[in-house]
């Protein structure tokens, strides 16, 4: 087993004040702050501000305050509020970066890393979010979500939508403090607006300082929706709110005032409006991009070319409800829309959407017999991508008369874009496509694929059982009920790792295949829970391509590309809300009869859950990294022997004997 090193030297990473406002959160606020000591990243210390607490929060800070010397609680002996919290917690802040939680929420184990990793390699960003996974007591579903990740839209769109979800973010101490000082400046929590103190600050930092906000794609906070939120019990005056700071902030910028509903419209753009209203949101739009771009000196081009992109995109979305409701006035907002030239995706998008051109994916050639195209996502972990490629070539089957294409969809951090390089040349005949837009480059993989099954993998999954591929192809060739082949499954499955539960198996039949396809089993979703219900599943799962392409359109229509194939997250989720609408005829899926493939979860760079099974084992990514060079490989004998209940693994064995690559 892979021992975990002491990961972080204090001198060389920056110390992180984690603010944590606490009030009566009894409930939740144990595992709250046991995630935050569960992270890899250690160089940290909680500001934990009781803002008069009454139900036996005091005595589990306390505890944790004298067991853990990085803790550190303030009392208020009555209740003043989040804001005077917030703020007296930022005063007694010591680190250069501040992190935001909430007392009933939990961190992911990478969270801080992962941000640290981000704000070093960016410095120009002061203000940094991430994606969440959203879940409610007492039930099992979960929700990702993952707003815009690129400046130009975060700043645009913070006008309509917060969209920082706000204890997921990390900033620098110097936006709400004067450099070494503890005075307070003008960027501090305001009780202006209650309930959006955190929506005010960002349009403060927006219209008021050079400071750059963005998000990145991972989902790494785990954000607990009750009856006791705040968006819950105040979610009328939590809206008025956020419409009242928008437009004081709106008309700072601009010099006027928006009316009330214009920004009812738009931040609200599934309601019906009348057209005029609609059509004043499409001016207001194009007068607030227009005055950011003035305004925002700081930002580059590019920046400020993504802030008319998300002014193109809103009045797309505007323009498009209007051909739907008022088709003999909407041609004019149409026409205004097209003179902005938007991209062509775009335009192929929102036209799509009211039928007046093809579908973006839509109709394809006919598809070529016996191929498969594999599509692989992969992020800041070479080293596992290395070992995904290399049991998929050396274990993975392929009759001679099938062929398969491998592309891999990744992204590298500049400190691992060199172990990507090498992964090039170490796999010539695997084509690497660099992330810029995920959303097109899948578009693209897709439309241009005339394979006849599309596979997808993710690249901390290993296989370590020998599989024939083309046991999956003829099941989905033969089976039109069958609407996927899952190879992760097995019969031995019954704990579920996203949703920390146990699972009863579902009644399982033998398919019938010629030799020497393996062994399978089927199974109807209806009933089935967790793992066993989801007929879109992306980390390793075999699809008809016509499906994949048909899920595609569907997402693209509801979401549009950046909103529902942006991230694998998104398109996963996106998926699960639209495949009855794909596999409405194709009530079943498969899987092999043998454990053949496992996720190894010890280094997650999107989102997991503390559970028992991650717990076990969690491994840096630059530790991980350097075993690339290393030549080091994972031990697929040890995960064949030894058999999991879960396709999610907390074991990591590697082979006693480093090899070279490939």
Known sequence: MYARPSLYGVSDHPLVSIILPVFNSAPYLSECISSISQQTYVNWEVIAVDDGSTDGSSSILASWESSDERVHVTTFESNKGIVDALNTAIGLCRGSLICRMDADDIMVSTRLSSQVRYMNAHPDIHVLGTGAELFREGSTETRTVIHACDVGSVHLDMFFNCCLIHPSVMLRTCVCREDDETVMNKLQYSNQFPHVEDLDLWLNIIVHTQF???????????????ASNISTMQRQKQSDAARATAQHHICQLTGSSPAPEVLDCLMHPDKVAPYLVMEAGVALVEQLATALCLHSTHLT??????????????IGQLAAMAMSLYPMQAPTMWARWLRRNPRAQLTQLLNSSVGSIPALIGTKEPC???TLHVIVFSKDRAFQLKEYLRTLHELVIQPSSVQVQVAVLYYASPPFQRSYRQLQKDYPKVRFVSESSLGHQLVELVRANQTEFTMFGVDDVIFFREFNVSSAMEVLRTREDIAAYHIKLHPGVTYSHPADAHMTVPTLAPVVLPDPCEPCMSWTREGATHDWAYPWELCASVYRTQDVALMLDAIVTQHGIAEGLGHPNRLEASGHQLHSRIFQDRPMCACPRDPVACAITVNRVQSVISNRIYLECAVDIDQMDAMLWEGARIDTGFYKDKGFNSVHVGDFVLEQTSKSPP
């Open 301 to 314: 081009v590019t920046e400020r070319d993504s802030i008319q992109d998300a002014a193109s995109k809103r």
């Open 212 to 226: 750059k906000m963005t998000n990145i794609q991972d989902s790494l906070l785990r954000l607990r929706k009750h």
């Open 368 to 370: 070529l017999k016996d």
